[in-house]
């Protein structure tokens, strides 16, 4: 991580509310997200857990209040910048035309790389994000939607970014491809440096890859804290509701 | 008084027994129930309506030829073509959206029709007087009217575009893209889509019918082989003025759905 502060917050939210239209979607949020590995965000649907993590890479910026990154207000980064060096994957994935590594390349060029040179090495970003090399040449449109996933993980990877934000990176895969994708990040978290703000809807994943555990509902705060604690001694009733209702 | 003498009149008698023609139309929305006896009866009258307006306004304007008097003019052909290029948007539209269409549309066809009326008509043909609206108004009209389509198929398929293809382009943005290559592919097939008209247009010409233009010559008397020339001068008028249009429309337009911070702008395709 570049020359921040360790002990400062990753994130910070500061009395954030959403509007859209009539409706609120998040409601006066006061949050620190640590420089932990994985941070997970639950809660039941409709809590606002993507449209938290949309405005940690500025796809939307709040109605009211304010969002930190690194210490600073997070509009004080050119957003071009900001966007390469928080990497964001959608739920669902969108393949750009072409190859996998015409993906990965056209992700390269928007982080600035005019020469395929100063760009990463497609092959070892793949590797990182669980495919073999041999995709390199397939077509991205026909992969499935497991490979997809990975595809996504890999371009954001290609703008060497410090954070990565994952919107419910499962929710479209099947149970056994979401297990292997969830190592695949948490081996990013470990061994890639890269810090990994993870929305999911399912428990087993925030409990088995994350340090951190946010929990939302209806647009509000919680409670926050180690993944352990909210596990096994979540202190809102609402929290332990809601972890009991999943099981 | 305006047709070369070798021109073949149409009394009020002919124009009388033409209107049997729509009747054959009329008879046939009758007969098969369709519903459009009434649209084509109000339609037929106000064709004749318009047409005469039209035709004694450029007697007049024929007859005592004022440079801004025929500027004036084509101000309301501008207009008029903006409205309708416009004018068919789906209801979802916020009237914010409609004003800054129109707007657009409208600036694209005055800079775009303007510039080619001017090279054509100064240029191409050397009209004299600058303003002999005989050539202003009709080469004018011909050149809206195809910009007008152009602006109106461009914006259309530039919002249906960003909409069907939102994934893609906030995937772009989400990588640190700047909107104008986030949103290269809606805006290369919008203009794709507004220019295939133009091509087949080109394709076409002469084969398939007679423009309008080359037969009204021809039909006034004037050479086939003039009428050509013209013609010619048309098409390739037509195709610049549509493509000025539409690259215009589409680059502003496309402006108009990221926020300036980069942002999809929250709100449903126009």
Do not use: C
């Not at chain 1, 449209?51 to 997070?74: A, H």
């Not at chain 1, 695949?184 to 810090?195: C, D, H, P, W």
């Not at chain 2, 202003?136 to 910009?147: E, Q, S």
């Not at chain 2, 006034?220 to 610049?240: D, E, K, N």
Request: proline fraction near 5%; avoid cysteine; hydrophobic fraction near 50%.
């Amino acid at each position: 991580m570049s020359e921040s502060n360790s002990a400062s917050p990753l994130f910070s939210l500061r009395n954030v509310t959403q509007q859209r239209g009539d409706a609120t979607i998040l409601r006066d949020l006061t949050l620190d997200l640590p420089r932990t590995a994985v941070t997970a965000l639950i809660g039941p649907s409709g809590a606002g857990k993507t449209s938290l993590i949309r405005l940690l890479n500025r796809l939307d910026d709040p109605s009211s209040g304010e969002v930190l990154f690194d210490g600073k207000p997070i509009t004080a980064y050119p957003v071009f910048a900001l966007r390469r060096r928080v990497g964001f994957v959608f739920q669902r994935p969108t393949m750009f035309e072409g190859t996998v590594a015409g993906n990965l390349r056209a992700a390269a060029m928007l982080a600035g790389a005019a020469h395929a040179t100063d760009a990463p090495d497609v092959t070892r970003v793949l590797d990182a994000a669980g495919l073999d090399g041999s995709y390199a040449t397939r077509d991205a449109g026909r992969l499935s939607g497991g490979e997809q996933q990975r595809v996504s993980i890999a371009r954001a990877l290609m703008t060497r970014p410090d954070v990565l934000l994952l919107d419910e990176p499962t929710s479209a895969l099947d149970p056994e491809v979401a297990e292997r994708l969830l190592t695949t990040v948490a081996r990013l978290a470990r061994e890639g440096g890269v810090s990994v703000v993870m929305v999911t809807h399912r428990l087993s994943e925030a409990q088995r890859a994350s340090t951190f555990t946010v929990m939302l509902e209806a647009g509000r705060l919680v409670e926050a804290g180690a993944t352990e604690r909210i596990f096994t001694g979540a202190t809102h009733a609402r929290t332990r509701a809601y972890i009991a209702s999943t099981e | 008084m305006i047709a070369p003498a070798n021109t073949l009149d149409v009394s009020y008698v002919g124009l009388a027994s033409a209107s049997a023609l729509v009747l054959v139309a009329v008879a046939i929305s009758v007969w098969q129930q369709l519903g459009l006896a009434r649209g084509f009866i109000v339609g037929a009258v106000r064709a004749l309506v318009q047409l005469f307006a039209v035709g004694y306004i450029l007697v007049y304007l024929f007859l005592h030829p004022q440079w801004w008097l025929v500027l004036l003019a084509l101000l309301v052909m501008l207009v008029a073509a903006t409205g309708t290029a416009t004018r068919r948007r789906p209801g979802k539209a916020d009237p914010g959206s409609r004003r800054r269409l129109w707007t657009i549309s409208g600036t694209a066809m005055l800079l775009s029709a303007g510039l080619t009326l001017a090279y054509v008509t100064q240029l191409v043909v050397h009209v004299r007087p600058w303003y002999d609206p005989r050539y202003l108004i009709p080469l004018f009209g011909m050149i809206v009217g195809n910009a007008m389509n152009g602006a109106a198929l461009a914006a259309e398929r530039l919002a249906s575009e960003m909409e069907s293809r939102r994934g893609e382009v906030e995937a772009y943005l989400a990588l640190g893209a700047v909107p104008a290559r986030a949103a290269a592919e809606p805006v290369r097939r919008a203009l794709v889509a507004s220019l295939i008209p133009s091509v087949n247009g080109l394709m076409v010409v002469g084969l398939v019918q007679l423009p309008g233009m080359m037969t009204g010559q021809i039909l006034a008397g004037q050479s086939p082989l003039l009428a050509v020339r013209y013609q010619i001068v048309v098409a390739f008028m037509l195709a610049g003025a549509t493509a000025m249009t539409s690259v215009i429309v589409v680059l502003w337009y496309r402006r108009t759905f990221f926020t300036p911070a980069a942002q999809l702008a929250v709100r449903v395709a126009v």
